[in-house]
């Protein structure tokens, strides 16, 4: 597959070093690279294209690749106004047999896949609650950049994670999702966000940038037990625990497995893309649920955010 990377950030130079020898160009309009747009790279020298740039610029490059009937792998978040504008992108690529693929790059972690095949296994039995937080320090390289500290901040960028995690492990059930807490204590836009949604099961997704240590956690407690993750593996250790429930009451059995390696993640995401694009298979309806999710919880925290 001939791949060319759009946005040389510190996503898009991870995404080239993953895609090696596939990457036959680079386009940035700032860092050096072979075209400054998307337009000067002649549309018969590459098959797929790398999106990383800014958020209010990908559904205009996505938009143009697909009518061209290149795939593409776009990082995530993948937003718009409405659901409308993100259907009618799925429609133009399925016309022209092109692949639209979010990067949700979080699947691959070894530990969500755990978590997945646990749940789907039904060992636990009811799912009554699932806790998810996530937090980096980011907090000041977000309000140094060029682009990032504007808008829903952290909750459009990391909550979008936590909301694609929700949805691979659980699929779409009809949550309604409310802001718990909003708030901007070190920048322009929200950098301590906290949401949740009653239904099954009960949803508490926290996210901040203003961690002093790079975090995940996540707690499910069910009928017949609980499990847990503690980090990512990019942040290790990262440990996974299945506790086993004890009644009528008293210490749980438990199974626990910890990893210390590399983040394996960009590479198995990448090499995913190129079989859903040899299968045709696209993922924007993701997007469309995230999207419609994110839109609402955005407004509702911008209109009740104090200034």
């Keep these: 597959m001939r791949l060319i990377v759009v946005g040389l950030g510190t996503q898009g130079r991870?995404?080239?070093?993953?895609?090696?020898?596939?990457?036959?160009?680079?386009?940035?309009?700032?860092?050096?690279a072979d075209y400054r747009t998307l337009g000067d790279v002649p549309v018969d020298t590459y098959d797929a294209a790398v999106v990383s740039t800014p958020d209010d610029v990908k559904?205009?490059?996505?938009?143009?690749?697909?009518?061209?009937?290149?795939?593409?792998?776009?990082?995530?978040?993948?937003?718009?106004?409405?659901?409308?504008?993100?259907?009618?992108?799925?429609?133009?690529?399925?016309?022209?047999r092109a692949v639209c693929y979010t990067a949700y790059n979080h699947?691959?972690?070894?530990?969500?896949?755990?978590?997945?095949?646990?749940?789907?296994?039904?060992?636990?039995g009811h799912v009554y609650r699932c806790r998810l937080f996530y937090?980096?320090?980011?907090?000041?390289?977000?309000?140094?950049?060029?682009?990032?500290?504007?808008?829903?901040?952290?909750?459009?960028?990391?909550?979008?994670?936590?909301?694609?995690?929700?949805?691979?492990?659980?699929?779409?059930?009809?949550?309604?999702?409310?802001?718990?807490?909003?708030?901007?204590?070190?920048?322009?836009?929200?950098?301590?966000?906290?949401?949740?949604?009653?239904?099954?099961?009960?949803?508490?997704?926290?996210?901040t940038l203003l961690s002093w240590r790079n975090h995940f956690t996540c707690d499910v407690v069910a009928e017949r037990g609980s499990a847990h993750i503690e980090s990512l593996c990019k942040w290790g250790p990262s440990t996974f625990i299945h506790r086993w429930r004890t009644l009528p009451s008293g210490r749980p059995d438990e199974q626990s497995v910890t990893l210390v390696q590399p983040d394996p993640t960009w590479a198995l995401e990448y090499e995913h893309f190129r079989r859903a694009c040899a299968l045709g298979e696209g993922n924007v309806a993701n997007d469309v649920w995230i999207t419609e999710r994110l839109n609402t919880l955005a407004a509702s925290a911008l209109a009740g955010a104090r200034p």
């Excluded at 991870?14 to 050096?32: E, I, L, S, W, Y």
């Excluded at 996505?62 to 009618?88: F, M, Q």
């Excluded at 699947?107 to 636990?124: C, I, Q, V």
């Design 14 to 32: 991870k995404r080239r070093a993953v895609a090696g020898d596939d990457v036959v160009g680079t386009v940035d309009p700032v860092q050096p």
């Design 59 to 96: 559904l205009e490059l996505v938009t143009y690749l697909l009518g061209h009937g290149k795939h593409v792998l776009v990082e995530k978040p993948l937003l718009a106004p409405d659901a409308g504008s993100l259907e009618a992108l799925a429609a133009l690529g399925r016309g022209r």
């Design 107 to 124: 699947r691959f972690e070894p530990h969500f896949g755990r978590m997945k095949a646990l749940l789907d296994s039904g060992d636990l």
């Design 135 to 207: 937090g980096n320090g980011t907090a000041r390289d977000v309000r140094n950049s060029s682009w990032r500290d504007k808008g829903a901040g952290v909750l459009t960028d990391l909550g979008s994670h936590l909301l694609d995690t929700v949805l691979f492990w659980f699929g779409q059930r009809p949550w309604s999702f409310r802001v718990l807490s909003c708030h901007r204590f070190e920048n322009a836009a929200f950098d301590d966000v906290v949401i949740g949604a009653e239904g099954e099961p009960v949803l508490e997704l926290g996210m």
